[in-house]
């Protein structure tokens, strides 16, 4: 436990499972009230809320498709409703849908990357800043996909996660000093993600060819999303933080 959001109202955007499901728990543990959204992991959302209350913190979870307007802006005022005000998000919905080459792709499915990872990013902070505190922040969620163009088939996931990392800056721009923005770069992290669009022998061969010999897991994704979040990062703001055991080195 620790007292780094102690006080904070934390959205953590794609907390019921993996590394928003972490972000959730690390920000409950260090202190914060803590709303998260999710899509289909209904059971995991669940499963973090009653962990957290388990330890005496405070979690509500909202099911909302963050690439509708209408949703967002109900998760909102539900936040507003139960807390007033909120201090901290972190957007980590997304994902790569599917691996396809430009042959294999068509402008719906490059509008469905982008909408799931750009527009949905964009509408959250957008309905979140009238509520937000001073000195607040915001975590985004790119990826290490975003530096180096991401492996086969995921030019259109790469494409919007560097968009992700461009609008961080901006934002940042924008919003200071009143509010802080960063962006996390996970890079092979063990998650439902890479259990899904990641052969294992590829997973093997990324792992043992980092620095740390290894894959990342989704608490140490958390803790740095916890700290950027925190008045402990208070002179960081407009970065993008790699987080790849030394996958790739920016």
């Not at 009230?33 to 962990?51: I, N, P």
């Not at 405070?58 to 949703?71: M, P, R, S």
């Not at 802006?73 to 936040?79: C, E, G, Q």
């Not at 750009?118 to 979140?128: I, Q």
Request: glycine share 12%; net charge negative; hydrophobic share 45%.
């Amino acid at each position: 436990m620790s007292d780094k959001l102690n006080g904070k109202v934390v959205l953590v955007t794609g907390g019921g499972r993996d590394i928003g499901a972490a972000c959730a728990l690390e920000s409950a543990a260090a202190g914060a009230k803590v709303v998260l959204t999710y899509m289909s992991s209904a059971t995991g959302a669940e499963a973090v809320c009653s962990e957290i209350e388990a330890a005496g913190g405070e979690a509500l979870a909202l099911k909302a498709d963050l690439t509708k307007a209408a949703d967002v802006d109900a998760v909102i005022a539900a936040v507003s409703d139960r807390f007033g005000a909120l201090d901290v998000v972190m957007h980590v919905s997304g994902g790569l849908v599917a691996r396809k080459t430009m042959a294999e792709m068509d402008v719906s499915f490059w509008q469905e990357v982008m909408d799931l990872n750009v527009t949905s990013l964009f509408m959250v902070c957008k309905a979140a800043l009238p509520i937000m505190r001073d000195g607040g922040a915001i975590v985004t969620f790119a990826s290490q996909a975003g530096r180096d163009g991401g492996g086969p088939g995921a030019a259109a996931y790469a494409a919007s996660k560097g968009a992700v990392m461009t609008f961080t800056r901006g934002l940042a721009k924008e919003l200071g000093p009143r509010i802080r923005v960063n962006a996390i770069c996970p890079g092979m992290i063990d998650t439902g993600f890479h259990d899904t669009f990641t052969k294992p022998e590829v997973r093997e061969k990324v792992a043992g060819g980092s620095a740390l010999k290894r894959e990342g897991v989704s608490a140490e994704v958390g803790k740095l999303a916890v700290y950027l979040a925190s008045d402990d990062a208070s002179y960081v703001t407009g970065a993008n933080v790699d987080v790849n055991g030394g996958t790739y080195f920016s």
